[in-house]
């Protein structure tokens, strides 16, 4: 009975551990397949609380043959001025809109970063301004 109850709990952590490997990526949990030309920003989803200081995955999608990389920008507001979050452009420089791309940004108050009730990322191709993603709006708290 003993050795059963040693199996069970051995099979257990063994599972356990299969799923919090920590190989998996944040951006499983989304479909970034785009069809048309342009940006799709699917994290942060909107709705979230961060502080100043945090460091966030930002996730987007792309289809853009001529990008030239990306820009992450944060925004207080729809009026305010972006402020870059990376000092380098981002994700690939001609994404055919099959994958997902991942990038950590720091809310830095160095970087410009204010705090916001209505602020938002967008993410823009570097050779043109135009072709963009927003994501929803969320919170940073001083």
Sequence with gaps: MNRIRLSLLSLFALAFMACDSG???????????MTEEGVKVFFPEGGESFNMGDTITVIFGANYANAGGFRV?????????????????????????????????????DMGVIASEKAF??????????TRGDSKTFVVKE
């Excluded at 190989?23 to 397949?33: F, M, P, R, V």
């Excluded at 402020?83 to 994958?99: F, I, N, Q, T, Y």
């Excluded at 990322?121 to 135009?130: D, E, F, H, K, T």
């Design 23 to 33: 190989s998996s990526s944040n951006s499983e949990a989304y479909d970034c397949t």
């Design 73 to 109: 920008l944060y925004k207080a507001d729809v009026d305010s001025n972006g402020v870059d979050l990376s000092e380098e452009s981002v994700g690939p420089d001609a994404p055919e809109g099959s994958e997902c791309y991942e990038v950590s940004v720091a809310l830095s108050a």
């Design 121 to 130: 990322i967008r993410v823009q191709a570097y050779n043109s301004a135009a």
